[in-house]
């Protein structure tokens, strides 16, 4: 896939059909709203020291997952609701191509705008409803997503259909506590987030195993490769 012209990325839309009858969490139809994506840069870089991890920047998150993951030039990365776009720079800056996912076309303006490497292609997608081939992937990046979608288990399953054999996932995520404020947060009305147990995620990725798993504070860092490769 090539890059697509800047005034064209905030158009794209790979799936506006299947896409159409997929329902939403509270937390994702907020990330469609201007204001939420003008400030998400501030709260991603402050949110794993208001969870628990003190000192744990966004520089060492970088460096995190280029030490497990090590991307590389010449491979072609998905990175599943990106946001401000913080794992698409990351990605393009080690010289892959990334196709950058989200649902929200303010959050890809201001992705864009953030991270304008010509190695990214914006693109408003629900990975939720791909209609990308299958097995299109060297690498998938999920930060955070997987606690927003409405149905984390038909994400999961697409992210396993999608990445190579050989291929790699990595997950960042929230696991379940069990918690009064987790609960609170698990309401429709409140967010309607999902805080998942590390065991099932595990069993959603069918041909996937882990092969890294790491908690700094209240954030769970995984990475799986797809079985099959040489």
Request: net charge positive.
């Amino acid at each position: 896939m090539n890059p697509v012209p800047r005034a064209a990325q905030d158009q794209e839309n790979l799936n506006p059909d299947r896409s159409a009858g997929v329902a939403l969490s509270a937390a994702q139809r907020s990330n469609l709203s201007p204001l939420t994506a003008w400030g998400y840069a501030w709260w991603r870089a402050r949110s794993l020291g208001l969870l628990g991890a003190r000192g744990f920047t966004l520089e060492r998150e970088a460096a995190l997952f280029r030490a497990l993951c090590r991307p590389a030039p010449g491979q072609h990365w998905l990175d599943v609701g990106t946001s401000a776009g913080f794992y698409a720079g990351v990605l393009a800056r080690s010289g892959a191509q990334v196709t950058a996912a989200d649902l929200s076309p303010a959050m890809l303006r201001v992705a864009a705008a953030r991270e304008p490497h010509p190695s990214i292609r914006w693109t408003q997608l629900n990975v939720e409803a791909s209609d990308l081939p299958s097995t299109s992937f060297d690498g998938i990046t999920v930060g955070a997503t997987l606690n927003e979608t409405r149905d984390p288990a038909r994400l999961l399953l697409e992210l396993s259909r999608l990445v190579r054999p050989g291929g790699q996932v990595w997950l960042m995520y929230l696991p379940r506590t069990a918690g009064p404020l987790q609960a609170l947060l698990s309401r429709p009305s409140l967010g309607g987030l999902t805080f998942p147990d590390p065991a099932w995620v595990a069993r959603q990725l069918p041909g996937c195993g882990r092969t890294d798993g790491l908690s700094v504070g209240a954030v769970r860092f995984e990475r799986f490769e797809r079985s099959g490769g040489r």
